[in-house]
């Protein structure tokens, strides 16, 4: 069995107009808002054994609060083609996960996170993955490779807004 959390990057910094968008830092309140997440993940054993994220410095960020906030020994890989990663570069990094991988976690941008979910799930549930916003998903098989072709049980859909818990 393979499960699969799809994050989106915590909120970002339109501030510096001389930053290109793939530099652009996070927020304080995505910041506050990825640790809330965090914090929900871990009350939930949302624990990934690898995150792969995008490059963009936003979404790197990201990765380092989750690894910090859930496990620090969790491996972070950084992989090109999740940025800005459309449903089918997004699919391949999937379905290349090492086998042994049973839990991985992606970090990327919408609109390709919010379409990867309702492409996996066969459903559109999912208007527009907000920042630090997540779906848990889990597939009936083995082998990443094979993901394609099963339809993945939505285990959970997490908008921070909605976790009423507050992180300081």
């Avoid at 990663?85 to 290349?96: K, M, R, T, V």
Wanted: some cysteine.
């Amino acid at each position: 069995m393979k499960t699969l959390t799809i994050f989106r990057h915590a909120k970002s910094s339109w501030d510096n107009a001389d930053l290109s968008d793939f530099e652009r830092p996070l927020l304080p309140k995505g910041i506050k808002r990825t640790k809330k997440s965090c914090q929900w993940m871990k009350e939930n054993n949302i624990i990934p054994d690898l995150i792969v994220s995008s490059p963009a410095e936003r979404a790197k960020l990201t990765a380092q609060i989750i690894q910090e906030q859930i496990g620090s020994d969790i491996k972070i890989e950084f992989e090109t083609n999740m940025y800005p990663g459309n449903q089918d570069q997004i699919l391949e990094i999937l379905e290349n996960t090492d086998i042994n991988c049973n839990h991985l976690l992606i970090i990327g941008h919408n609109p390709g996170i919010t379409d990867i979910t309702n492409c996996l799930t066969g459903e559109e549930n999912i208007e527009w993955m907000p920042t630090s916003g997540f779906a848990t998903l889990f597939f009936d098989t083995n082998k990443w490779s094979r993901i394609r072709n099963k339809k993945a049980q939505l285990m959970h859909y997490i908008e921070p807004k909605g976790i009423q818990k507050t992180i300081d």
